[in-house]
């Protein structure tokens, strides 16, 4: 083994612990939440904020912190970004509030998102293009073995210690992945040359992003003539051209427009998009749909989840293998398709006595879609750009990632609730809203499937940017214009 693929290891290795790291932060709560909410007495909109304003941080800071580590060093802001992370953890354990909580959930997602701008791109340079594909794979993985042990651990230690220990438990893997990050990570200088930060343009992404998620998370339980509703997406459709002008005209834009005149990389987002928005608040769905509705404790509904992380670690580490068989695109079309299928099963089993064997049945199609489709996804886009384009590329990707974790939350949660009055939606969130009535239970079931056919018809669709995506194999032009102006 070489000493440039013998690094690239030792980086895989840094960047899947942090990835382990920040998965625990999200997957461990969205099993936590009933057990936090009851603690605190929060409202069904403090619950909520709890998840988005994690996933609003990330997504608004994602591209600005991409930007910062192409100009100042990817080292610097990860070995940053993990000391943040680590003390945001463990002050959210002395959190007095359910407002506190959200508060330190903004800090804690600014250390994650230095460390998710910075991944992919640590690995796309470290690795070599052939073995590009194996290490993708095993990193997007490790966000699947945080999935894994998140719903269980998240369950056994807010049940047996209690709510704090969520958050504590991230702060000896956040020390351990700092020294060895510090450790392994070349010093790299940045390209100072070409400093600056588009200030307009990240405070154009807090409000215009701020606002849409504002508005779906509060139309479920306000209705869309709520002025707060209406105000609030009337400011996401008037911010979102003016977020595109500026952005045409700045020298070093948050969101490089010329990105997006690759075809691979313009279908590639969209494709990863909406099916993130399909899949990702499945498990949140089933975690709390097990609490609130059949009356499990967390331990008993993290066990119950575990599947579908545990079938996206399976594939997700087995799709390098199918790498050499079939193309990019034929990989993702496929984890698309079971990720669509399994949607269907679950909308047509979820009932207030359901047997296992459906759920569990439809938890193993759309964790095998997803473990098939993200690094094959991942790996087509990222492989498309210009080296000195990897990290805003890179930051680019995650955005629009996140944007698909935010409104999948979002829309789910508002539209699971919206059948039920709004005195009773607190309930949901608390999971005790099986011991109300059995008419209630029977209104969140109807919630629960009208949320998983409409993220059926969204994976539907994301199915669709898949078939119809392509790189620019035969038309290499894109990405040489691209290199030709990043040089000017």
């Known amino acids: 083994m070489d000493d440039q693929l013998r690094y690239a290891w030792r980086v895989l290795s840094v960047v899947s612990i942090a990835s382990v790291l920040t998965g625990l932060g999200t997957s461990s709560l969205n099993v936590a939440l009933p057990e936090v909410s009851r603690h605190?007495?929060?409202?069904?909109?403090?619950?909520?904020?709890?998840?988005?304003?994690?996933?609003l941080t990330t997504t608004t800071l994602m591209v600005f912190f991409g930007r910062l580590a192409d100009l100042f060093g990817r080292r610097r802001m990860y070995l940053c970004g993990l000391a943040t992370y680590t003390a945001a953890s463990l002050a959210l354990g002395f959190a007095p509030t359910a407002w506190t909580v959200v508060a330190l959930r903004v800090l804690q997602a600014a250390g994650g998102t230095m460390l998710l701008a910075n991944s992919a791109a640590l690995l796309t340079t470290a690795f070599p293009r052939q073995h590009?594909?194996?290490?993708?794979?095993?990193?997007?993985?490790?966000?699947?073995?945080?999935?894994?042990?998140?719903?269980?651990?998240?369950?056994?230690?807010?049940?047996?210690?209690?709510?704090?220990?969520?958050?504590?438990?991230?702060?000896?893997?956040?020390?351990?992945c700092l020294v060895w990050?510090?450790?392994?990570?070349?010093?790299?200088?940045?390209?100072?040359?070409?400093?600056?930060?588009?200030?307009p343009g990240n405070i154009l992404i807090l409000f215009c992003l701020g606002s849409f998620l504002l508005g779906l998370s509060q139309v479920g339980e306000r209705g869309w003539a709520d002025p707060l509703v209406f105000g609030s997406f009337a400011l996401f459709v008037v911010l979102a051209p003016v977020f595109l002008t500026v952005e045409?005209?700045?020298?070093?834009?948050?969101?490089?427009?010329?990105?997006?005149?690759?075809?691979?990389?313009?279908?590639?987002?969209?494709?990863?998009?909406?099916?993130?928005?399909?899949?990702?608040?499945?498990?949140?769905?089933?975690?709390?749909?097990?609490?609130?509705?059949?009356?499990?404790?967390?331990?008993?509904?993290?066990?119950?989840?575990?599947?579908?992380?545990?079938?996206t670690v399976i594939a997700s580490t087995s799709s390098g293998l199918l790498h050499?068989?079939?193309?990019?695109?034929?990989?993702?079309?496929?984890?698309?398709?079971?990720?669509?299928?399994?949607?269907?099963?679950?909308?047509?089993?979820?009932?207030?006595?359901?047997?296992?064997?459906?759920?569990?049945?439809a938890l193993v199609l759309i964790g095998a879609g997803s473990g098939l489709f993200m690094p094959a996804n991942t790996t087509e886009v990222m492989n498309g750009?210009?080296?000195?384009?990897?990290?805003?590329g890179n930051a680019m990707r995650l955005t629009v990632q996140n944007v698909g974790v935010m409104v999948s939350t979002a829309l789910a949660l508002s539209i699971i609730t919206s059948p039920l009055p709004g005195e009773l939606r607190d309930e949901v969130f608390a999971g005790t809203i099986s011991g109300v009535s059995g008419q209630a239970v029977d209104q969140l079931v109807l919630g629960y499937r009208i949320a998983l056919l409409c993220m059926t018809a969204i994976a539907l669709c994301g199915?669709?940017?898949s078939v119809v995506k392509r790189r620019a194999a035969g038309q290499p032009e894109p990405v040489a214009r691209l290199e030709q102006r990043s040089r000017r």
């Open 248 to 311: 045409r005209r700045r020298r070093n834009p948050a969101v490089d427009i010329n990105l997006f005149r690759d075809p691979g990389y313009s279908f590639g987002l969209v494709a990863g998009l909406l099916n993130t928005i399909a899949r990702m608040a499945v498990l949140l769905l089933v975690a709390l749909f097990y609490q609130a509705v059949q009356g499990d404790d967390p331990v008993a509904a993290g066990l119950k989840v575990l599947l579908l992380p545990l079938t």
């Open 324 to 361: 050499g068989r079939m193309s990019n695109r034929a990989i993702a079309v496929t984890g698309a398709g079971l990720t669509a299928v399994g949607l269907v099963l679950l909308a047509i089993a979820v009932s207030p006595t359901v047997p296992y064997g459906p759920i569990a049945l």
């Open 40 to 55: 605190f007495a929060a409202s069904a909109t403090a619950a909520s904020w709890m998840l988005l304003s994690f996933m």
């Open 463 to 465: 199915l669709a940017a």
């Open 181 to 199: 990050g510090a450790a392994v990570l070349r010093t790299d200088k940045g390209r100072t040359a070409e400093r600056g930060v588009d200030a």
């Open 132 to 176: 590009l594909g194996r290490g993708m794979g095993i990193y997007i993985a490790s966000f699947s073995v945080a999935q894994l042990l998140g719903p269980t651990l998240g369950g056994f230690l807010s049940h047996r210690f209690g709510w704090q220990w969520v958050f504590w438990s991230n702060v000896p893997f956040g020390l351990l």
């Open 385 to 392: 750009l210009p080296r000195n384009r990897v990290g805003i």
